[in-house]
């Protein structure tokens, strides 16, 4: 006969009386009533027991409730993990004997028992005999019982809760057993929180990451709309407001059918290409990735500014050919500087022989001026390419200019080149490296012999002019190089000072002339501003600050 026909019997059998009517009545009001507390009490720790409530507020809710059913008085919860037992919570705090975070010891540990049997375990404090460690620690906090819950999910012991009691409180089978129940579902809950931290930890971990590259990164859909970027992509692009109101082509400002995702969805495969962003090279990368179906769903784009390295590299190729011609001029000076010095000091030697007005001297000075022409050559293309270490002193822009035109102004006139020169001998001084700087005219007087090449007819002039202005309060020592040559496309203005980009036809030009001088410019505080108009000729202005 099951309890409920008991009950019924009870009630209303022959046995029954009103006053033991409403004495059983009285008692499965109470039992109903604990039983719903019970259940309140497995239900609230489903419900309420997540990420964001800490141990500490649980235990207190549940102590609350426990403690109009049972005459508690403490509640603690020790963790087991890499084989040590921790002391983790206590309520209440008074009752607190061990500070949080004791390592319980395994000798004579009421505590470990109940790890190793995975069993639950009631203890009645005593007063003399020391069983256990624990039994101490009980007696002096004023507990009479204590009854342990080993904390089991999937099989294995993750804790142990302790319930502690000011008096021995006889537990039946139904009370373990809701006790068992308890710990059951506050160890699944426990895991869980411990699972799901482990994933906020490694989600927080990946954000930070993806965060701080210092490349750009950017996450995009199929159609191209913008999901998430990291920090330097923020920075490099200015994007604000929400991300999904951008798209990638707006982005880059490209074409739809330029769209490398496109590409992306039909080959299933990486895309690499090199895009002039915001005036900058940059490598563009986007990688698909991949749903449990093997479907794209999203792709990743990596942005690398490679505009330095490549302006680094420019350098270097440029500082090789220069090494190359260094060496080839030293060669060369010597080879010519043993007959030039014959053929100079012959010629000083015939014409102390001849009368100044014969034919034949005026034929001995036009030889003697060649010779010197000549040394003086050889001297400024040694003197240009030699490959000491570039230190900065005073030095005079207008020297650099003298220096350069004595290479090449008989090379720029031979094809019916004007240069207009006029160089202001009261310009500041710079600190700088003659040499570097006279790198930059050379390459400045060579565009603009090459852009006049190409245009035909009218009168064609190379301006060069020196001169000391104040900008801001600042004075700067300004070289500007006029052509009127061809010009140059408004679209490509702002890419000339890119590596490899020229506006020469093939074969022509390398790329590394302007974007050389730029980064001399500056490593010397100074800039180079450009100035064209198709058909009209262009204006370069070498800007470098005056010398304090």
Known sequence: MNERQ???NLLTGVQS???????????MVAELKKKNMQLEIINDITKS???????????KNTFDKLREIF?????SLSLYENDKLTLTNVYPLHSLYFPIGFTLPKERSIYWKVIQSLQKLFYQVQEKEESYVENAVYRELGMKSVLLVPL??????????????SEIVRYD?????????????????????????????????????FRAVSEMILVVDLEGRILRYNDA?????QIGGSPHTRNICELLAIEQNENPIMENVATQKPVYRRFHIQQRICDFHSYPVFNENQSIYAVIIYINDITEKLQIEAQLVQSGKLAAIGEMAAGIAHELNNPLTAILGNAQLLLRSFPKEERSSTLLSDIYSCGKRCKAIIQNLLTFARQDEYRFADCSINDAVEQVLGLIRDQIQKQNIVIQVNLDHSVEWVEGNLQQIGQIVLNLLINAKDALEEREGAEKVIAIETKTIVEHGSKWVTLSVKDNGIGIDKQHLQEIFNPFFTTKRPGKGTGLGLSVSLGIAQAHGGTIEAISERGKGSEFILKLPAKR
């Open 6 to 8: 008991q009950m019924i």
């Open 17 to 27: 009386s009103k006053k033991s009517y409403y004495t059983e009545l009285k008692k």
């Open 49 to 59: 027991f997540n990420i964001d409530m800490s141990m500490d507020d649980m235990l």
């Open 71 to 75: 005459p508690i008085k403490r509640i």
């Open 152 to 165: 089991i999910s999937k099989g294995q012991v993750i804790g142990v809760l302790s319930i502690g009691s």
């Open 173 to 209: 089978e139904a009370d373990l057993s809701f006790f068992q129940q308890f710990g059951d579902q506050l160890a699944v809950c426990i895991e869980n929180a411990r699972l799901y931290r482990e994933v906020l930890v490694s989600k927080k971990e990946w954000e930070e990451t």
């Open 233 to 237: 992509a923020k920075e490099f692009f």
